[in-house]
């Protein structure tokens, strides 16, 4: 039986997402089990079997969720949403013993309350189940056994069953966040747009909880994404649970093996707070891989962490001056506010205020081009003059969503004897201001 599916994933990452699942259907299945769809803004369709939807859950590194399309119809307004919710046979997929939730989405849909829209969903639902199964779930907004996501434009109503339950960007194995963690699958979809494979040196200067290493690491010892957590599909009566062993089996086999042909990673990370390294060491621990080197330094004082050419990979602060601990951004001793209240928990000290340190990001530029040639460095920020500030031009900037926040990806080419330069008070080119890469 097949199944139309759409994967939504963080905005900017469609044709990434296009691209892994593309590897993931040659790869991991057998021919015709999936077949990849249009991309559209903020995921992408796919066909597939039983196997093709439970392989995207389990080796997807950059979709949020996989949701299992039910039905698609146009409609005028609530009651139609309630209708439509109605019609369709839930007690197929769940018993009344599971526990619900519903949500909604929408793009310039005419309806005036999506709070409204959604209970008529949840209505649907409920009423179909009493109808049929004598009994209707209960609603459980936190930990659901099943959730039903609505997707309403200007015209067309979608009802999707979630497969996955937690969000995929949930590996299992990350306890220990920082201040700004980044999402995991924002982090894998980055390392695909860098071009990184394994193999080639990558290193995070600024390394926080170690989500960028983390995720490059699992790429490098092939171990799929949802190895260790559990997906919403195996709540659902249809699922096909024989397939699903063997996907795993198969995905325990690939760690194995690469797990047993040990090779150095050539995945490093250094980050100014031992605080924030010692959580990167606890998730490395857990996500079952050890050999990340890490370093407390601060960044302007990075040197390459092995020879050759490689990819820097960094989201710097930004919206806070940094003061490194103990140092003021020219070396000197200095203690910060929190250190002389004795409370510094992340190394560095934020002072809310939309100027990033200049002097700071000068000086991460200076190394950069004295010491990092050949490498290809990408910085994550939503701070459009960043180039300016560390006095690079970049070679590319594409446009990503970190949550709601807008970023670009910024790449600086390094190299030797052609490094592109700009100096720091030159004014915004008018490409900086464009929202088009
Ligand atoms: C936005 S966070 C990075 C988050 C990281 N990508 C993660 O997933 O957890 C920025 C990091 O920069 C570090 N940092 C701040 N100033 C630094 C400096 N001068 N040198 C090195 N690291 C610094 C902070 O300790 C923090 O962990």
Known sequence: MSFDFFAPCPRGLEAALVSELIETAKNRLPPGAMSVGAEVPGGVHFRGNWAGGMAANLHSRIASRVLLKIAQR???????????????????????????????????????????????????????????????????TTYPDVRVFAFLTATDCTLYLDTSGEPLFKR????????????????????????????????????????????????????????????????????????????????????????????????????????????????????GFGNVPLKQLDARNMTPPASGAGVLVVNPPYGERIEVRGR????????????????DDDGFRRIQDDTPDPEFFHALGDALKQRFTDWRAFFLTSDRKLPGQLRLREAAKTPLYNGALECRLFRFDLIAGSVRQRPASKPAAPEDQDDAQ
């Open 328 to 343: 003021n951004a020219r070396g000197e001793a200095r203690p910060t506010a929190r250190e002389m209240r004795g409370d």
């Open 74 to 140: 146009p409609y005028r307004d609530e009651h139609d949403i309630y209708e439509l919710a109605r019609e369709q046979r839930w007690d197929q997929w769940f018993t009344a013993n599971e526990t619900l939730r519903v949500d909604i989405t929408a793009i310039k849909s005419p309806l005036r309350s999506l709070e409204f829209a959604t209970l008529r969903v949840k209505d649907g639902i409920c009423d179909r189940m009493r109808d049929k199964a004598g009994a209707r779930p209960s609603i459980d």
């Open 172 to 287: 299992g194995w990350r306890l220990d966040k920082g201040a700004a963690p980044l999402r995991e699958n924002l982090a894998a979809g980055i390392l695909r747009l860098t071009g990184w494979t394994a193999g080639t040196p990558l290193y995070d200067p600024m390394c926080g909880s170690g989500t960028f290493l983390a995720e490059a690491a699992q790429v490098a010892l092939d171990i799929a994404p949802g190895l260790d957590r559990s997906f919403g599909f195996e709540r659902l009566k249809q699922a096909e649970m024989a397939a699903w062993r063997h996907l795993k089996s198969e995905a325990n086999t690939a760690r194995n093996t690469a797990q047993s042909g040990k090779r150095d990673l050539l995945i490093f990370g250094s980050d100014i707070s031992d605080v924030m390294l010692d959580k990167a060491r606890a998730n490395f621990k857990r996500a």
